[in-house]
């Protein structure tokens, strides 16, 4: 079940790098800055998990 959570939020800090990319690009760069802070939380807690769990 670690391993599906940890895919699912690859797949949504993918998703996530995109939009990013995209709103640097429109000029929000402030914005992008905090999604690429939200991203490395979002892949920081599964790997939290693994560590601590084990």
Do not use: E
Not at 9 to 20: D, E, N, P, Q, R
Not at 26 to 54: E, H, Q, S, W
């Amino acid at each position: 079940m670690d391993y599906i959570i940890a895919g699912l939020s690859l797949v949504a800090g993918v998703h996530a790098l995109t939009f990013s990319k995209w709103l640097k690009q429109n000029g929000n760069k402030i914005g992008a800055y905090g999604v690429y802070i939200i991203i490395l939380i979002g892949l920081a807690l599964p790997v939290y998990r693994f560590i601590t769990d084990k």
